[in-house]
């Protein structure tokens, strides 16, 4: 028997069926909230840091480099690109791919992301992906100034939103593409993006079809990169994303609904995407009507006023609440985001936190939700929100993620013992030319041929245990949903070093990086 082959086939075989409660799902259940007590408005009067809830380190003089994780997590989004390469692509195991991702009617839908350790393109996770980059951006630009890095992460960016401007066009205003590639099909195969040679499958929007939470977020991705270019002064190119966010957020609230994917990345709630492209529009355009248009969303909708289960794909209520608060001032939103961060600091919810201290949601993907929930306390203590408690929270996440309570780093390419066999097929397979096999890839026993550097993997369970090994895609995949909001986080802490800001719990023992 091939046993190699066999095995190969089962670890596909399961990464098709495990989608149905992993990856793809959101956590414990779509918009589940922490607690939905809207008359709840107290919190502690006095918040306690966290000495009894984390693995202390000695005080040491020296921080994580976070413009280097910021320069590799930049690097990770180009190993992603679909399409065309450009003449500076900076991967060198990397090469056009794809090129013939077209809709029937010949409608160019080449470029964009491929999602994960996989090499389909689903919108909604990158558009998602997207604005949450352009978020951690405006919010830390001066991090991104300092490090030499605005032009390389406005052309990150730049290139989800050329590809999504593709997916909506004025030749066919009613028509929306939201997925190029099947799944199915794609997780049973293994191999590098560029050796794709059958037609693949494109999923769309039209006329009746509800999709109001993948459009809006499409919208919100452009909008958001609009922002991005204008405050970095580059405006001719934010004009060129600004109209089509704004097509896109008219064609959202015409398809009230949430679009009609059932087993990869399904979603049951439209309002947060609707209300997140209508903050990003007022951002972008500066046009009264779309801030009016939020806060009525916001205030009609008990669900939006809720405490999320967390800050991810598929829930973006806490990120509004804090866009809402930055550009009103209103203390109501205020309070609703502080509800949802004291709800889930130790002192309020230690059985939320392993043993080892990391803020653990679901095993799958475990750090996105740490990432995630740390960019929340960041962005928050920036408009004064509990800043030191908040701060020292994100320093205690990030150590976890970079290695400080473990042997290893999570982070590929980054501190001590990093992982190096992700799930991810690309990187998996040998030179650019040389055919990748079962036994060169996927079961290769070594570190993966090419090193995908900067790339968060999925992380541990909740009793802090985790293996490096390409065939556990609930621990070791990696995706773009996964380094968005992580990305975000080093942005801010390195942000807070060069303020002089940066809280003690954020430095380290050791120095080798």
Request: with cysteine; charged share 25%.
């Amino acid at each position: 028997m091939n046993w190699p082959l066999i095995c190969l086939a089962l670890i596909l075989i399961l990464e098709m069926v495990a989608c149905s409660s992993g990856r793809y799902q959101f956590g414990g259940g779509d918009h589940e909230s922490l607690d939905t007590d809207e008359d709840e408005r107290t919190r502690r009067s006095v918040t306690p840091l966290f000495t009894d809830y984390f693995i202390k380190s000695k005080p040491a003089e020296y921080s994580h480099d976070y413009t280097k994780l910021v320069d590799n997590s930049i690097l990770f989004y180009a190993a992603q690109r679909s399409g065309k390469l450009p003449k500076d692509n900076p991967i060198p195991w990397r090469d056009d791919s794809c090129l013939d991702d077209r809709a029937q009617d010949g409608t160019d839908l080449t470029g964009g992301w491929y999602d994960a350790g996989d090499n389909v393109k689903f919108n909604f996770p990158m558009a998602w992906s997207t604005s949450v980059l352009a978020w951690g951006f405006v919010e830390f630009m001066d991090a991104y100034k300092e490090a030499g890095l605005v032009d390389d992460m406005l052309d990150s960016i730049r290139w989800p939103c050329e590809y999504f401007k593709k997916c909506h066009s004025k030749r066919n205003p009613n028509v929306y593409y939201y997925q190029v590639g099947d799944a199915d099909i794609d997780h049973t195969i293994w191999d590098r993006p560029e050796s794709i040679d059958y037609k693949r499958t494109v999923y769309k929007l039209k006329g009746s079809d509800t999709g109001t939470d993948v459009i809006g977020l499409t919208a919100a991705a452009l909008a958001s990169c609009t922002v991005a270019y204008r405050e970095a002064g580059k405006r001719g190119r934010a004009k060129t994303f600004e109209q089509q966010a704004e097509d896109l957020y008219a064609l959202a609230k015409k398809s009230l609904g949430c679009y009609p994917s059932t087993k990869y990345y399904n979603n049951d709630k439209w309002q947060d995407e609707l209300l997140w492209a209508a903050l990003w529009l007022y951002k972008a355009t500066n046009k009264e009507d779309y801030l009016i248009e939020a806060e009525e969303i916001y205030e009609k909708n008990r669900f939006l006023r809720g405490r999320s289960w967390a800050f991810g794909w598929s829930d973006t209520r806490e990120a509004s609440k804090l866009l809402l608060y930055s550009l009103t001032g209103n203390s109501n939103y205020k309070t609703d985001v502080m509800k949802y961060l004291e709800a889930i600091m130790p002192y309020s919810s230690p059985s939320l936190y392993s043993p080892k201290g990391l803020f653990f949601r679901h095993e799958w993907g475990s750090l996105r939700y740490a990432a995630g929930a740390s960019m929340t306390a960041l962005v928050a203590a920036k408009y004064g929100m509990n800043p030191n408690v908040y701060r020292e929270f994100a320093c205690n996440q990030t150590n976890y993620m970079l290695g400080d309570n473990e042997n290893h780093s999570f982070v590929i390419g980054y501190g001590t013992n990093p992982p190096c066999r992700p799930h991810h097929r690309a990187s998996s397979c040998p030179d650019l030319g040389a055919e990748c096999t079962n036994t060169n890839s996927m079961q290769y026993p070594g570190c993966n041929h090419h090193e995908l550097t900067g790339a968060l993997v999925g992380g541990p369970d909740g009793s802090d245990q985790w293996s490096d090994n390409r065939g556990n895609f609930i621990q070791n995949e990696v995706a773009c949903d996964y380094n968005a909001p992580f990305q975000g986080v080093m942005a801010g802490l390195h942000q807070l070093k060069i303020d002089g800001n940066l809280p003690p719990a954020c430095y380290i023992l050791h120095t080798e990086v």
